[in-house]
């Protein structure tokens, strides 16, 4: 079953069959509802809780977008950025480099939500495990991992192999330290925000369980 809320694109799993709303944008299923009022007030309440933290998560995203943006349009258009030329025109070769990063960042945050209804179409109801706290502790050790080895040893080799790239585009190596500094950026928000949706899903997956033992009148 789809979720009634048409910008939407959760497709609920068998093991969501029985929630009394939407995990992904906490839209309320009204069918499911218990026809006993003071039952139906203590689920609204709960309902009420995940749409504050789905809004919470939303404008936390957007800021995260927004930290990545601004060094990235500092670098390219401040006035007495290395990345401007002497004519005030801004390097080529950097205006393609920052464009690929923001293609990238757009695309990653602004459909990081549909990558669990694109997971389940390609293994089915096992993708309801990618929800769970097992889960979502394995990942944040995965991505713990990928950081430490990033630091230790594919930063300075990116830097060096950058350094010389640069050097063949004749490009001033004060940029370098500019551009690497917004990778840096990224690298820290992007597992930040990451963390950030993964405590808010399981709050609000949280909260859905608790709804169906109140619509229950449990």
Same mark, same amino acid.
């Given at each position: @079953?789809?979720?009634? +809320?048409?910008?939407?694109?959760?497709?609920?799993?068998?093991?969501?069959?029985?929630?009394?709303?939407?995990?992904?944008?906490?839209? *309320?299923? &009204?069918?499911?509802?218990?026809?006993?009022?003071?039952?139906?007030?203590?689920?609204?309440?709960?309902?009420?809780?995940?749409?504050? %933290?789905?809004?919470? +998560?939303?404008?936390?995203?957007?800021?995260?977008?927004?930290?990545?943006?601004?060094?990235?349009?500092?670098? %390219? #258009?401040?006035?007495?950025?290395? +990345?401007?030329?002497?004519?005030?025109?801004?390097?080529? #070769?950097?205006?393609?480099?920052?464009?690929?990063? $923001? !293609?990238?960042?757009?695309?990653?945050?602004?459909?990081?939500?549909?990558?669990?209804?694109? !997971? &389940?179409?390609?293994?089915?109801?096992?993708? $309801? =495990?990618?929800?769970?706290?097992?889960? &979502?502790?394995?990942?944040?050790? #995965?991505?713990?991992?990928?950081?430490?080895?990033?630091?230790?040893?594919?930063?300075? =080799? @990116?830097?060096?192999?950058?350094?010389?790239?640069?050097?063949?585009?004749?490009?001033?190596?004060?940029?370098?330290?500019?551009? #690497?500094?917004?990778?840096?950026?990224?690298?820290?928000?992007?597992? *930040?925000? =990451?963390?950030?949706?993964?405590?808010?899903?399981?709050? &609000?997956?949280?909260?859905?369980?608790?709804?169906?033992?109140? +619509?229950?009148?449990?």
């Amino acid at each position: @079953m789809e979720c009634s +809320n048409k910008k939407c694109t959760h497709v609920f799993f068998r093991k969501e069959s029985s929630y009394v709303c939407c995990p992904a944008c906490g839209e *309320l299923r &009204k069918e499911k509802l218990s026809l006993n009022e003071f039952q139906r007030m203590q689920v609204v309440a709960k309902h009420l809780k995940i749409k504050k %933290l789905e809004k919470i +998560n939303e404008a936390v995203l957007y800021l995260c977008y927004i930290l990545i943006m601004l060094p990235m349009i500092r670098a %390219l #258009f401040a006035p007495d950025s290395p +990345n401007h030329k002497g004519d005030g025109k801004i390097e080529g #070769f950097m205006v393609r480099e920052f464009l690929v990063i $923001w !293609i990238s960042c757009s695309f990653i945050f602004l459909y990081h939500d549909k990558k669990l209804m694109v !997971i &389940k179409r390609c293994i089915g109801e096992y993708a $309801w =495990y990618l929800t769970t706290v097992v889960f &979502k502790v394995i990942k944040l050790c #995965f991505l713990l991992l990928v950081l430490f080895l990033f630091v230790r040893y594919l930063y300075p =080799y @990116m830097y060096t192999r950058t350094k010389l790239l640069y050097q063949e585009h004749n490009i001033r190596l004060e940029t370098l330290d500019i551009n #690497f500094c917004v990778g840096k950026v990224m690298f820290i928000v992007f597992p *930040l925000y =990451y963390v950030f949706a993964d405590i808010v899903e399981l709050m &609000k997956r949280k909260l859905c369980r608790d709804m169906i033992r109140l +619509n229950s009148g449990g």
